[in-house]
């Protein structure tokens, strides 16, 4: 059973919701006069998907049955997770929670320590939390994360030891412009002892960078790496090493002067507006 209300003027959900035992999916995107869900959703036993994604009036973190898979609350005035945030991964780990959206939720603020009891999660996005400033250590291995979403977030630290994202294929860390240590050595993200063997993707566009270090060839099984509005003047010449790039974008590196060496299988190499580029 699936209830779609998307985009109506639905103010409320009754109290009898929870009645609704057969009931797979709860779709309420950009319902935007809709308030908080009552706490009866969980006991919504069936539940798989919940979205409230655009519901701006939405200020609670749910109540979320133990089932819920895919967790939408996107653009929503969420600010943290519940007080009881120790019950939030105990339901995660038991029952399998896979993808949760925060995008662009601009209030939202706190990240529980718990977050590394999430098992089974595979998708954490972030994107645009402009207040979430610190994200917790990763104290657990969490081998199942693949992606996880950061960019134009306020975090000053990459969640640390990120060694233990061992899974992890795509991170997104554009714009993150208060990131501490200008200098990519200094974000640690490449230090001898990470393996981020799976990682595909990696996005450091706009956060400030001066200076690629020569660990960058360590990422082998990179096949798109964006480096654009940084501020580093050449890159490293085992940038030749990293044997699967396809993508290597360095939109407006205004100071880059010279490509000396580049990935034999890129195909595409975006250097739009280096106005130093000569070589």
């Known amino acids: ?36 869900l009552p706490d009866s959703i969980c006991l919504l036993k069936s539940i798989v998907i919940v979205n409230v994604s655009g519901c701006s009036n939405v200020t609670k973190f749910p109540s979320i049955p ?27 780990y038991f029952y399998k929670l896979v993808e949760l959206h925060l995008q662009n939720c601009t209030k939202y603020e706190i990240l529980p320590g718990s977050i590394c009891k999430l098992k089974s999660l595979q998708k954490l996005n972030l994107s645009g939390c402009s ?14 994360l693949r992606y996880l979403y950061l960019d134009r977030t306020g975090i000053t630290k990459l969640p640390l030891p990120i060694r233990n994202l061992k899974g992890l294929c795509c991170l997104e860390l554009g714009n993150c412009k208060y990131l501490e240590g200008k200098y990519l050595g200094d974000l640690r993200l490449l230090e001898q002892d990470v393996d981020l063997k799976y990682l595909r993707k990696l996005s ?42 396809q993508y290597l974008g360095l939109r407006y590196c205004r100071r880059l002067g010279s490509l000396q060496k580049l990935p034999p299988r890129l195909a595409k190499l975006d250097a739009h507006s280096c106005t130093s580029l000569r070589t």
């Open 66 to 92: 133990g089932n819920t898979r895919y967790l939408y609350l996107s653009e929503t005035a969420v600010e943290e997770f519940p007080s009881s945030a120790g019950h939030l991964w105990r339901i995660a």
């Open 204 to 245: 450091l566009s706009g956060c400030g960078i001066l200076e690629v270090p020569k660990s960058l060839g360590c990422l082998t099984s990179l096949e798109a790496l964006d480096l654009s509005g940084n501020n580093f003047d050449g890159l490293p010449t085992n940038i030749c090493e990293l044997y699967e790039l």
């Open 1 to 36: 059973m699936y209830l779609n209300f998307n985009e109506t003027a639905i103010k409320e959900l009754p109290q009898s919701i929870g009645h609704l035992s057969r009931l797979v999916a709860l779709n309420l995107r950009d319902c935007k006069q809709l308030g908080n």
């Open 131 to 144: 207040q979430f400033q610190r994200f917790p250590g990763i104290l657990e291995t969490m081998e199942s």
